[in-house]
């Protein structure tokens, strides 16, 4: 079965705090993609990274870094010194090769906070 | 500019009549697809469209219908809309191959009264 666990429900930080949002998958497929994509308070939906199971080197855009690590199934999200611009859902997904569909199966999401 | 526009950004209406909730992309995509998201399931897909005249139950088709008859435009239609429909709804394209990020357009806010 497919899954992706977001286990942090809401998160709240003060800003300039480094935060890490958590996300565990489950697949048995060996070709997948991992997504994060942020949901601000306005409700749209932004694309922020895509990761294949073939590259587990992390990475870094400004302020965000991403860890992905095959060996525990985790995909995990650092935005350091947060801003409250970074106040928003987060939500990590997995895309695996199965059928033509390839739809992307979510996590609940991460709400989180970063207060001035 | 690239992007997924949907449209009404909002609406209310009542129990059983019909409305559609159009999408339309300008970037070639071949699939097209519909979620909606709902407080504690996150988000669910309701149809998808891997191409022109090519569509296919999601998750949760029940009390939906979509047609593709262009490449462009992926309209997801309530013929009798129902409270439980009451939701914020997404449309999301891509290509076709391979596992091209899906772009999504920014929300349809629905309320079944």
């Known amino acids: 079965a497919q899954k992706v666990t977001q286990a942090q429900t809401e998160i709240s930080v003060v800003e300039k705090e480094d935060v890490t949002l958590d996300c565990v998958y489950e697949t048995r497929d060996t070709t997948y993609y991992l997504f994060w994509y942020k949901q601000p308070p306005s409700g749209e939906l932004v694309f922020l990274i895509r990761?294949?199971?073939?590259d587990e080197q992390n990475e870094i855009s400004g302020r965000y870094s991403w860890n992905f690590q095959k060996s525990t199934s985790s995909f995990n999200f650092t935005i350091t010194a947060s801003q409250v611009v970074d106040s928003a859902v987060y939500f990590c997904?997995?895309?695996?090769?199965?059928?033509?569909?390839?739809?992307?199966?979510w996590g609940l999401g991460t709400s989180l906070a970063v207060n001035p | 500019e690239a992007q997924v526009t949907q449209n009404p950004r909002y609406l209310i209406t009542v129990t059983g009549k019909k409305l559609t909730v159009t999408c339309s992309q300008n970037m070639n995509h071949e699939y097209m697809s519909w979620y909606r998201q709902d407080p504690g399931l996150g988000l669910r897909q309701i149809y998808y469209s891997m191409n022109v005249e090519v569509t296919d139950k999601g998750d949760v088709p029940e009390g939906y219908k979509v047609s593709r008859k262009e490449k462009r435009n992926f309209p997801l239609i309530l013929e009798s809309p129902s409270p439980n429909q009451t939701s914020l709804y997404f449309c999301a394209s891509r290509l076709a191959g391979g596992a091209d990020t899906q772009y999504f357009g920014p929300g349809t806010r629905l309320t079944v009264l």
């Open positions: 990761r294949n199971s073939f």
């Open positions: 997904a997995l895309m695996t090769y199965g059928g033509n569909n390839r739809k992307l199966i």
